[in-house]
């Protein structure tokens, strides 16, 4: 970590509802207290929010992120961004470790919406002056924001940990061409191969992968299926009964969002090949909806880093996910 630590009485930190443990994780990770934030709701259900301290003349940093309830996690965002702004904040920051409608990123359908620039364009309307994320569906997403916005990258939390494990006859999967090259600089990182899937998305849950490209699995034992998110664990079930087909006899997941929806978990690690799903804490899951082969790595301290250069205006370039260490 970067000295000097955060002077305590400039900086603000307040969490909404989806994420006060990786809130608290990065305060602490900065050396300055979470405030409180009180959230209640009117009797006619809608959201009543105060921030728990002065934020005058402060940089103040709200950590969210759009998980499940999305649209009231959504909603309680933007409220604390106009409460920052109202209060005569210096500078607002969206820390949004998932930012999930990311994955709305093209009209690929006659009268949809493009929610990505739609949400963004609301974050910067709340009062956002700055925006920083994890990991976006698709590096698009990051043209749609009018403010300065920082998509970090969690690939080196995945690096330090695979690094210390038997790599031998491993190669690296990406469940789609749309993933292939983060994958690549994945395996790139650890000295491995890489193969893509060929992916046609079928619907929200299911998915047909035709086969992959290259010839990478030849002779290979195990595969490490890298993708970004993991929501009905679809596409990974899909790609692990081809690779189980191809002779591959263990499967390592790794993703950065674990949502986990509709027992993806539960049926993820029912497949006996399958023998660790490793994901970061962007996302809070229950200590009661975790697995045995779930393992949770911290991101805490990439955020907390990258927030502070930027108070100290350093440059944040190596933490990017699209940054030119990670080309």
Not at 2 to 14: A, H
Not at 214 to 243: C, M, N, P, W
Not at 259 to 281: G, H, K, M, Y
Not at 284 to 294: G, S, Y
Request: glycine share 6%; net charge neutral; proline share 5%.
């Amino acid at each position: 970590m970067s000295d000097p630590m955060l002077d305590p009485s400039l900086v603000r930190i307040f969490s909404g509802s989806s994420h006060p443990q990786l809130a608290a994780d990065i305060a602490q990770e900065l050396g300055v207290p979470r405030d409180d934030t009180h959230i209640t709701r009117f009797s006619n259900d809608c959201l009543y929010i105060q921030l728990g301290a002065s934020v005058r003349s402060r940089t103040v940093l709200i950590v969210q992120s759009l998980t499940p309830p999305v649209n009231d996690h959504l909603v309680e965002l933007l409220m604390m961004l106009d409460i920052a702004r109202g209060a005569a904040a210096k500078e607002i920051h969206a820390i949004i470790p998932y930012f999930s409608f990311a994955r709305s990123d093209k009209k690929d359908a006659p009268r949809i919406s493009i929610t990505a620039r739609l949400i963004a364009d609301l974050l910067q309307t709340a009062g956002a002056t700055q925006v920083m994320t994890m990991m976006l569906h698709s590096p698009q997403v990051h043209g749609f924001f009018g403010v300065p916005t920082d998509p970090l990258t969690s690939r080196p939390v995945f690096k330090q940990y695979f690094q210390a494990r038997e790599l031998n006859n491993t190669v690296i999967v990406a469940p789609d061409m749309g993933h292939a090259k983060s994958a690549a600089r994945f395996a790139r990182d650890l000295g491995l191969p890489v193969a893509a899937g060929n992916k046609e998305r079928v619907s929200d849950t299911q998915v047909e992968i035709t086969g992959f490209v290259g010839d990478q699995l030849h002779g290979r034992k195990r595969a490490l299926i890298y993708d970004d998110e993991i929501a009905t664990g679809g596409s990974i079930l899909e790609v692990s009964r081809i690779l189980i087909e191809q002779g591959i006899q263990e499967i390592w997941v790794a993703c950065t969002h674990g949502v986990f929806v509709r027992n993806a978990l539960e049926r993820l690690a029912a497949v006996p090949q399958i023998t660790e799903i490793v994901t970061t804490d962007t996302v809070a899951l229950a200590p009661e909806k975790r697995h045995p082969k779930l393992r949770v790595l911290s991101v805490a301290h990439v955020f907390a880093e990258a927030i502070r250069r930027n108070f100290l205006r350093q440059s944040i370039s190596d933490l990017f996910a699209y940054g030119e260490e990670n080309v």
